[in-house]
């Protein structure tokens, strides 16, 4: 028989058909196979026989149907079948083949659809982490008071409970600062047990007339609704710390908390006799609880833990909180950054610690003078380490460490302090600024509004974000969306960096009218409390000034910016910040000498090679002052390492520069026609 006779024959007897129909059948077997078997809860191999057994019997299949033919009187050998007869079977066939090969594709595309749908609902609802049941969160409580002022010591009586608790080990302790936008006794416990990843809630009450006072306190279940203990105390004044140790002891019992000995001293601590000391603590702790951190807040703070350890020199606590917020306002310059200033912190935290050098709190405020006041940055992390173990649910050591890595230029290890210190603290509108702006440092921009959103959920207004969000879509050239941002916002006069931010705004759309209307009527009544930002925002103003094309205004605005920044350097020579003002407003007066001078002693201050992130903002203003006065070369060398390495910009939100920014930029228009600079600013950036 030759091959084409015997292809022919193969047609004729339907083995082809045979052979389709028998594939498409397996296919269809297999697949209900691997859908029904696990059900009923069938062994894997099971599976595996039924295909073994359909591969075996395929070719045995081939040679039944070149042998017979299926006919209507049953099955009969080939030679015994007339071909009309075999040309039936075969449409029979063709009709089998369709209607299994729809059925086995509907399958298909259902496994398909249903596997696609598990995916997306996984990325969509990731698996919720499983909650610590030995974790709590305290609400804000309620302030009964017939005098609504004393709201202050309600908020005081509820963190002094919640640090207690903090400091035990084996509990998981939400601080307060992811609390306090909670209303005190809200309807919906399980959603926020759920937001803060805790098994149960702490509500309140205080009630304070004279001396005084009621507390009422309640732990619920948060997954049952369930009250698992309540009590009420009536106390007077003098005896408030009894009740917030009785407080503590009794939530650490109720959830079966091991206690070490120290831990139970710890609870049981009272950190004054006397009450006046006390109230003042407690009004100076409510400003640093403040979400703004305003210079009017610090001072605030300042003002009253002053009189706290005025009235009671031995009270610890309040020495170790006054050694944090100088030494804080020193390194942020929310205080002005006074030589008088750091040398307060330093005693303020020598003090504290010598009265008890168990306090956790007085290790972080040595921490933070470390850091931040004399730049021991190897001492500071010691010390927080040391607070590590005294406040084992502090978010704020956790940040403290993060900060302090960031600065030395480790990345990952920051990363990783900032994540530990959002699952004790997920709604800390602070530590999620400072988490935004660390991915800003590191320009990924889609991190960091990600970050900013997590605060526009919780405060929806909340002006810091705002500022964070413009300054993102300044530094990606999208200056639409900028000014959709910015222009409805009227920051407070006590806040520059919101107002430098609107400002450049508007210099870098090259539209400065408005903007000098509105800084000029900021200035005519200064706000003291902002000390040499004030000389900062007049800078502002001459830039856009000269943006206008009124140079003579822009000269005589930066005059009289330099004559008050010089007078504040005497008393702030460690002040680079400063410095890096006056070397820019210098450079601006056209004074090439004295400009690069300024510029040279803050970089002095403030080193790139210790200072990996903020040492970049000097730098910067190094580029602006060299292209101020006419040195190209050396400002475009300094942009290029600029742009190839993380750092803090030097300009408002510290936002570092981009190639958008650098295109859009005017101060930087004397370099435009430069090769290099143009390859500069046309280099691909962050999006």
């Given at each position: ?531 040499y930002l004030n000389g900062e925002l007049r800078f502002w103003l001459g830039w856009a000034q000269e943006v206008a094309g009124d140079n003579e205004a822009a000269r005589e605005t930066w005059r009289q910016a330099r004559a008050e920044l010089e007078a ?120």
């Open positions: 028989m030759s091959n084409r006779n015997f292809f022919a024959e193969l047609k004729r007897r339907n083995v082809y058909k045979v052979a389709v129909a028998y594939a498409v059948v397996s296919w269809l077997l297999i697949q209900v196979a691997t859908q029904v078997f696990p059900f009923f809860e069938i062994p894997n191999w099971a599976v595996q026989m039924v295909v073994v057994a359909l591969v075996i019997g395929f070719p045995i299949a081939l040679v039944l149907s070149w042998a017979f033919e299926l006919t209507s009187e049953g099955i009969k050998r080939e030679n015994e079948v007339d071909r009309k007869v075999a040309r039936k079977t075969g449409r029979k066939l063709t009709a089998v083949v369709v209607v299994v090969a729809a059925a086995a594709t509907g399958l298909m595309l259902f496994r398909l659809l249903h596997s696609q749908q598990a995916i997306e609902q996984g990325k969509q609802a990731p698996p919720a982490p499983e909650i610590d049941r030995k974790s709590i969160a305290v609400l804000p409580f309620e302030n009964l008071s017939d005098d609504r002022s004393n709201a202050y010591f309600t908020d005081g009586i509820q963190d002094e409970i919640l640090t207690r608790l903090a400091k035990i080990a084996d509990l998981k302790v939400i601080s307060r600062t992811s609390t306090q936008h909670y209303k005190s006794t809200p309807e919906n416990l399980r959603e926020i047990a759920q937001q803060l990843g805790v098994a149960h809630i702490l509500e309140g009450s205080v009630q304070k007339s004279g001396d005084a006072v009621r507390v009422n306190v309640q732990l619920i279940k948060a997954a049952t609704d369930s009250h698992l203990w309540a009590d009420s105390f009536d106390r007077k004044l003098t005896d408030i710390f009894a009740v917030e140790s009785e407080i503590a002891k009794a939530i650490a019992d109720q959830l079966r908390v091991h206690l070490t000995g120290r831990e139970e001293q710890v609870i049981a601590a009272k950190p004054t006799d006397n009450p006046e000391a006390y109230d003042a603590y407690l009004r100076g702790l409510a400003y640093t609880l403040k979400t703004q951190n305003t210079p009017a807040n610090y001072l605030g703070a300042q003002k009253y833990l002053r009189e706290a350890v005025r009235l009671d020199p031995k009270f610890a606590l309040a020495w170790a909180l006054l050694a944090y917020v100088d030494a804080r306002g020193y390194h942020t310059t929310n205080i002005q950054p006074t030589v008088a200033l750091r040398d307060e912190a330093r005693q303020a935290m020598e003090t504290a610690l010598g009265l008890d050098p168990s306090l956790g709190e007085a290790w972080i405020a040595k921490g933070y003078y470390q850091y931040g006041c004399v730049g021991d940055f190897e001492g500071a992390r010691r010390s927080y380490e040391q607070a590590r173990e005294l406040l084992p649910n502090s978010s704020l050591v956790r940040l403290s460490l993060a900060l302090l890595a960031r600065d030395q230029g480790q990345w990952e290890r920051a990363e990783s302090y900032f994540e530990e210190a959002e699952r004790l603290d997920p709604r800390n509108l602070n530590l999620l600024t400072r988490h935004a702006q660390f991915y800003i440092t590191l320009r990924d921009f889609p991190e960091a509004l990600r970050k900013l959103d997590q605060i526009l959920e919780i405060v929806p207004d909340d002006i810091d974000a705002l500022v964070e969000k413009g300054a993102i879509a300044q530094a990606q050239g999208d200056l639409p969306r900028a000014a959709s941002i910015l222009t409805p916002l009227r920051p407070a006069a006590g806040d520059p960096t919101g107002w430098e931010q609107v400002s450049y705004q508007a210099i870098l759309e090259r539209r400065p009218a408005e903007i000098i209307l509105r800084l000029k009527e900021l200035l005519t009544s200064p706000d003291p409390n902002i000390g504040l350097v005497k008393d702030q020579p460690e002040n680079w910040a400063l410095l890096d003002d006056l070397a820019l407003i210098t450079a601006s007066l056209g004074n090439k000498a004295a400009a690069l001078a300024l510029v040279q002693r803050a970089m002095a201050l403030n080193p790139i090679e210790k200072e990996a992130a903020n040492g970049m903002q000097t730098l910067e203003i190094l580029a602006r002052v060299a292209t101020r006065v006419g040195e190209p070369n050396r400002a475009i060398t300094v942009l290029e390492g600029i742009l190839s390495r993380p750092g803090n910009g030097g300009l408002a939100t510290g936002m570092p520069l981009t190639p958008a920014l650098l295109r859009l930029d005017p101060m930087f228009d004397p370099l435009r026609n430069d090769p290099r600079f143009q390859k500069l600013a046309n280099s691909s950036g962050p999006k």
